[in-house]
Protein backbone atom coordinates (compact mmCIF):
# COMPACT_ATOMS: atom_id res chain seq x y z
CA UNK A 1 0.00 0.00 0.00
CA UNK A 2 1.22 3.19 -1.08
CA UNK A 3 0.11 6.46 0.71
CA UNK A 4 0.88 10.02 -1.40
CA UNK A 5 0.85 13.86 -0.46
CA UNK A 6 -1.30 13.18 2.63
CA UNK A 7 -3.50 15.22 3.59
CA UNK A 8 -6.53 14.64 6.48
CA UNK A 9 -7.29 18.41 7.45
CA UNK A 10 -10.73 18.39 7.84
CA UNK A 11 -13.09 21.32 6.40
CA UNK A 12 -12.48 25.11 8.35
CA UNK A 13 -8.85 23.91 9.53
CA UNK A 14 -6.57 26.11 8.14
CA UNK A 15 -3.00 25.32 6.35
CA UNK A 16 0.15 27.09 6.22
CA UNK A 17 1.59 28.04 3.00
CA UNK A 18 5.07 29.70 3.67
CA UNK A 19 5.50 33.31 4.13
CA UNK A 20 3.08 33.95 6.81
CA UNK A 21 -0.01 32.27 4.14
CA UNK A 22 -3.03 30.40 5.06
CA UNK A 23 -5.60 28.61 3.28
CA UNK A 24 -9.13 27.24 5.21
CA UNK A 25 -9.85 23.78 3.63
CA UNK A 26 -13.50 23.67 2.41
CA UNK A 27 -13.77 20.13 1.97
CA UNK A 28 -13.52 17.00 4.89
CA UNK A 29 -11.09 13.92 4.00
CA UNK A 30 -12.29 10.83 2.54
CA UNK A 31 -11.11 9.15 5.32
CA UNK A 32 -9.28 10.32 8.53
CA UNK A 33 -5.78 9.06 8.87
CA UNK A 34 -6.23 6.61 11.51
CA UNK A 35 -8.79 4.57 9.30
CA UNK A 36 -6.02 3.80 6.57
CA UNK A 37 -4.68 0.26 5.74
CA UNK A 38 -0.74 -0.99 6.82
CA UNK A 39 0.92 1.56 4.97
CA UNK A 40 4.17 -0.12 3.16
CA UNK A 41 6.07 3.58 1.67
CA UNK A 42 4.72 7.39 1.26
CA UNK A 43 5.53 8.98 -2.05
CA UNK A 44 5.28 12.94 -1.28
CA UNK A 45 5.56 15.59 -3.91
CA UNK A 46 7.18 18.09 -1.97
CA UNK A 47 6.73 20.11 1.53
CA UNK A 48 3.42 21.79 1.84
CA UNK A 49 1.10 21.36 4.36
CA UNK A 50 -2.06 21.01 1.77
CA UNK A 51 0.59 17.45 0.72
CA UNK A 52 1.93 16.56 4.30
CA UNK A 53 -0.17 18.26 7.23
CA UNK A 54 -0.07 18.91 10.64
CA UNK A 55 -2.26 15.38 11.03
CA UNK A 56 0.42 13.32 9.22
CA UNK A 57 3.48 14.76 10.79
CA UNK A 58 2.04 13.92 14.34
CA UNK A 59 0.57 10.50 14.07
CA UNK A 60 2.04 8.67 10.98
CA UNK A 61 4.94 5.89 12.37
CA UNK A 62 8.15 8.16 12.15
CA UNK A 63 9.34 4.81 10.63
CA UNK A 64 7.52 4.43 7.67
CA UNK A 65 9.33 4.72 4.18
CA UNK A 66 8.70 8.36 2.58
CA UNK A 67 10.09 9.06 -1.19
CA UNK A 68 10.30 12.36 -1.86
CA UNK A 69 12.37 15.58 -2.91
CA UNK A 70 16.08 16.24 -1.27
CA UNK A 71 14.70 19.23 0.30
CA UNK A 72 11.34 17.47 1.66
CA UNK A 73 13.51 14.42 3.26
CA UNK A 74 15.94 17.23 5.08
CA UNK A 75 13.13 18.77 6.42
CA UNK A 76 11.53 15.19 7.40
CA UNK A 77 14.25 14.15 9.12
CA UNK A 78 14.20 17.38 11.30
CA UNK A 79 10.68 16.42 12.09
CA UNK A 80 11.86 13.03 13.34
CA UNK A 81 10.90 11.19 10.60
CA UNK A 82 13.85 8.00 10.12
CA UNK A 83 13.42 6.60 7.17
CA UNK A 84 13.79 8.89 4.33
CA UNK A 85 14.74 8.99 0.60
CA UNK A 86 15.75 11.94 -1.47
CA UNK A 87 15.38 11.03 -5.21
CA UNK A 88 16.42 13.70 -7.26
CA UNK A 89 15.11 14.27 -11.43
CA UNK A 90 15.51 10.62 -13.01
CA UNK A 91 16.55 9.01 -10.64
CA UNK A 92 14.95 5.54 -9.01
CA UNK A 93 14.36 3.70 -5.92
CA UNK A 94 13.28 0.35 -6.31
CA UNK A 95 11.33 -1.09 -3.41
CA UNK A 96 10.32 -5.11 -2.83
CA UNK A 97 8.02 -7.59 -0.84
CA UNK A 98 7.59 -11.19 -1.99
CA UNK A 99 8.22 -11.35 -5.41
CA UNK A 100 6.93 -7.83 -6.58
CA UNK A 101 9.21 -5.05 -6.55
CA UNK A 102 7.99 -1.14 -7.21
CA UNK A 103 10.30 0.96 -9.18
CA UNK A 104 9.48 5.01 -7.70
CA UNK A 105 11.47 7.59 -10.32
CA UNK A 106 11.57 11.47 -9.60
CA UNK A 107 9.91 12.87 -12.41
CA UNK A 108 10.53 17.02 -13.49
CA UNK A 109 8.16 19.36 -11.88
CA UNK A 110 7.82 23.11 -12.35
CA UNK A 111 5.94 24.65 -8.86
CA UNK A 112 6.13 28.63 -10.29
CA UNK A 113 7.15 29.85 -13.20
CA UNK A 114 10.43 31.81 -13.62
CA UNK A 115 12.47 33.43 -10.19
CA UNK A 116 9.67 32.64 -7.89
CA UNK A 117 10.66 29.10 -8.09
CA UNK A 118 13.41 29.79 -5.66
CA UNK A 119 10.72 30.84 -3.18
CA UNK A 120 8.72 27.72 -3.09
CA UNK A 121 9.89 23.91 -2.31
CA UNK A 122 10.79 22.10 -5.14
CA UNK A 123 8.58 19.58 -6.25
CA UNK A 124 9.04 16.13 -8.01
CA UNK A 125 6.50 14.12 -10.08
CA UNK A 126 6.68 10.03 -9.37
CA UNK A 127 6.72 7.50 -12.09
CA UNK A 128 5.51 3.85 -10.14
CA UNK A 129 6.14 0.91 -12.05
CA UNK A 130 4.86 -1.99 -10.70
CA UNK A 131 6.94 -5.41 -11.56
CA UNK A 132 5.58 -9.07 -10.59
CA UNK A 133 7.78 -10.98 -11.15
CA UNK A 134 10.47 -8.46 -10.14
CA UNK A 135 11.81 -7.31 -13.40
CA UNK A 136 8.55 -6.99 -15.20
CA UNK A 137 6.38 -4.20 -15.57
CA UNK A 138 2.80 -4.70 -15.36
CA UNK A 139 1.58 -1.52 -14.37
CA UNK A 140 2.90 2.32 -15.07
CA UNK A 141 1.06 5.11 -12.80
CA UNK A 142 2.46 8.73 -13.62
CA UNK A 143 1.36 11.24 -10.29
CA UNK A 144 2.41 14.89 -11.66
CA UNK A 145 2.64 16.26 -8.48
CA UNK A 146 2.11 19.94 -8.35
CA UNK A 147 3.82 21.20 -11.61
CA UNK A 148 3.13 23.78 -14.44
CA UNK A 149 2.91 22.96 -18.20
CA UNK A 150 6.80 22.79 -18.80
CA UNK A 151 8.79 21.57 -21.65
CA UNK A 152 10.14 18.59 -19.24
CA UNK A 153 6.85 17.01 -19.35
CA UNK A 154 7.90 16.18 -23.21
CA UNK A 155 10.65 14.14 -21.83
CA UNK A 156 8.46 12.02 -19.48
CA UNK A 157 6.54 11.18 -22.60
CA UNK A 158 9.99 10.23 -24.75
CA UNK A 159 10.99 8.16 -21.61
CA UNK A 160 8.12 6.66 -21.02
CA UNK A 161 5.75 6.46 -24.10
CA UNK A 162 3.19 4.10 -22.69
CA UNK A 163 1.62 5.39 -19.26
CA UNK A 164 -1.08 3.37 -17.98
CA UNK A 165 -3.06 5.76 -15.31
CA UNK A 166 -1.83 9.42 -14.57
CA UNK A 167 -3.28 11.12 -11.53
CA UNK A 168 -3.06 14.92 -12.53
CA UNK A 169 -2.58 17.64 -9.54
CA UNK A 170 -5.19 20.66 -10.79
CA UNK A 171 -6.77 23.50 -9.04
CA UNK A 172 -5.05 26.00 -10.75
CA UNK A 173 -3.13 27.37 -7.59
CA UNK A 174 -2.70 31.08 -7.76
CA UNK A 175 -1.13 33.57 -4.70
CA UNK A 176 -1.09 36.57 -5.18
CA UNK A 177 -2.45 36.34 -8.52
CA UNK A 178 0.12 34.10 -9.57
CA UNK A 179 -0.50 30.49 -10.46
CA UNK A 180 1.33 27.98 -8.76
CA UNK A 181 -0.13 24.07 -9.90
CA UNK A 182 -2.22 23.70 -13.59
CA UNK A 183 -5.61 24.89 -14.20
CA UNK A 184 -8.08 22.73 -16.04
CA UNK A 185 -6.78 24.27 -19.73
CA UNK A 186 -3.47 23.28 -18.56
CA UNK A 187 -4.11 19.87 -17.37
CA UNK A 188 -5.32 19.18 -21.00
CA UNK A 189 -2.73 20.07 -22.13
CA UNK A 190 0.01 17.83 -20.30
CA UNK A 191 -2.57 15.28 -21.39
CA UNK A 192 -1.96 15.68 -25.02
CA UNK A 193 1.98 15.67 -24.36
CA UNK A 194 2.05 12.83 -21.87
CA UNK A 195 -0.54 10.60 -23.36
CA UNK A 196 -2.00 8.43 -20.21
CA UNK A 197 -4.14 5.32 -21.10
CA UNK A 198 -6.44 7.08 -18.46
CA UNK A 199 -6.08 10.21 -15.94
CA UNK A 200 -8.09 11.06 -12.66
CA UNK A 201 -7.91 14.47 -11.92
CA UNK A 202 -7.28 15.13 -8.27
CA UNK A 203 -6.13 18.27 -6.14
CA UNK A 204 -8.92 20.31 -7.19
CA UNK A 205 -11.78 22.53 -5.02
CA UNK A 206 -10.47 21.81 -1.59
CA UNK A 207 -9.19 25.28 -0.94
CA UNK A 208 -9.74 29.26 -1.69
CA UNK A 209 -6.29 28.81 -3.33
CA UNK A 210 -7.25 26.40 -5.67
CA UNK A 211 -8.65 28.85 -8.34
CA UNK A 212 -9.52 26.93 -11.49
CA UNK A 213 -12.60 24.10 -10.28
CA UNK A 214 -12.81 20.85 -11.91
CA UNK A 215 -15.35 22.06 -13.97
CA UNK A 216 -12.57 23.95 -16.35
CA UNK A 217 -11.01 20.88 -16.75
CA UNK A 218 -14.20 19.09 -17.88
CA UNK A 219 -14.58 21.81 -20.41
CA UNK A 220 -11.09 21.81 -21.53
CA UNK A 221 -10.59 18.22 -22.55
CA UNK A 222 -14.14 17.64 -23.69
CA UNK A 223 -12.60 20.52 -25.93
CA UNK A 224 -9.84 19.05 -26.95
CA UNK A 225 -11.16 15.31 -27.54
CA UNK A 226 -10.31 13.91 -24.11
CA UNK A 227 -12.93 12.61 -22.43
CA UNK A 228 -13.00 9.39 -23.08
CA UNK A 229 -9.47 8.98 -20.86
CA UNK A 230 -10.60 10.79 -18.37
CA UNK A 231 -12.15 8.62 -15.04
CA UNK A 232 -13.51 11.26 -12.44
CA UNK A 233 -13.91 10.14 -9.12
CA UNK A 234 -16.09 11.58 -6.04
CA UNK A 235 -13.87 11.60 -2.41
CA UNK A 236 -14.43 7.87 -1.12
CA UNK A 237 -14.54 6.55 -4.68
CA UNK A 238 -12.37 3.67 -5.96
CA UNK A 239 -10.76 2.64 -9.10
CA UNK A 240 -10.26 -0.62 -9.93
CA UNK A 241 -7.57 -1.31 -12.98
CA UNK A 242 -6.60 -4.26 -15.13
CA UNK A 243 -3.16 -4.67 -15.65
CA UNK A 244 -2.04 -4.03 -19.11
CA UNK A 245 -0.92 -7.83 -21.06
CA UNK A 246 2.35 -7.41 -23.74
CA UNK A 247 3.70 -4.76 -21.34
CA UNK A 248 7.16 -3.69 -22.94
Not at 35 to 45: F, G, I, N, R, Y
Amino acid sequence: TVLTDPNFLHSGEHVHLGYGLRSKRKTDPAINIEELPPLDLVVLSHMHEDHFDREVEHKLDKFIPIVTTPQAAAALKKKGFKSTYALKTWQTLIAAKGDAQLRITSMPGKHAPGPLSKLLPSVMGSMLEFQLPAGNTSMRLYITGDTLLNEQLKEIHQRYPEIDLALFHLGGTRIFGIMLTMDGKQGAEAIKIIAPRTVIPIHFNDYPVFKSPLEDFVKAVRAEGLENSITYLNAGDTYTFEVPKNRQ
